[in-house]
Structures are given as structure tokens and as C-alpha cells.
């Protein structure tokens, strides 16, 4: 049975072993280890007993929420685990108060686009050359709550 839980320090290794497995340039690990513990961070984990399947995290500047990652384990992928952890992150910004949600995202990745146009977000403007290893353009996308 998948559990949305939040992430402690001691699930932080974890979720960066994800990181590393899904993107060209990770997040660090003490990036992660920092978050756990930051009281302006929310990191939502999708997890399976103890194995962490995916994980969305959100920062709250001044109750504007930005995406900082998200990922789901590849051999996850396309059993809706992305979407219930969007679902969880944008419950818990209303909870907060936070007036929209922004994210960046490869303008080729359409698994994810397609996550976020289903739950809302509309693409507002485009990062050029924002990723690299591939450069790539990201699009900018927010949610409204």
C-alpha cells in the first residue's frame, strides 16, 4: 500500500539515490539532508513500507510555492505516483496558504507536462538554456490556488 509521508533526515540518503538515478546533474546529498530539516521546506515521499518510490519537494518564499524537485523511480513510472504526489504537495500548499505553485521542466519531458497540465499548471514563460547535460530550455508552469 503507497503512503504519502514527509521526508525526515534519516529518509534524505534515500531520496537522493532517486536524484542521482533520474537526472544528469542530482541535487547533493546534504541538499537533500538540508531540506529534511528547513521549516520553509516540504518534501513529500511516496513510499512502500520503507522503499521510497518517488518524492516531490516545495519551498515556501513569502507563500509563493516553488518545486525544488521531483521524481519517481523509473520502474514506478506511469502508475500514477507522480500525480498523487502533486496531489499531496498541492493540498499541503493551500494548507499553507500559498498563493500559486511554480515549477521548471524540460520543455522535451511530456510524461511530466502532462502530469501538470491534468492538475492545473499552464505554462507562463520559458528559462532558456536553463538545464544542462542536455542543454535544454525549461518551461516555467504555475498553478494558481
Known sequence: MIK????????????????RECFSVPHSLSDFEMEAQRDISYFALAKDGEEIMGY???????????IS??????????????????QHIISYAKEQKMEFI??????????????????????????????????EDALIMTLFL
Open 56 to 66: 516531490c519537494g516545495i519551498v515556501d518564499v513569502s507563500k509563493e510555492g516553488n
Open 69 to 86: 524537485t521531483f521524481a519517481v523511480r523509473e520502474d514506478y513510472r506511469g502508475k500514477g505516483i507522480g500525480k498523487m504526489l502533486f
Open 4 to 19: 504519502i509521508e514527509k521526508m525526515t533526515l534519516e529518509d534524505a540518503k534515500k531520496a537522493y539515490e532517486i536524484e
Open 102 to 135: 511554480t515549477l521548471e521542466v524540460r520543455k522535451t519531458n511530456a510524461p511530466a507536462i502532462k502530469i501538470y497540465e491534468s492538475l492545473g499548471f499552464k505554462v507562463l514563460g520559458v528559462r532558456k538554456d536553463y538545464y544542462t547535460k542536455p542543454k
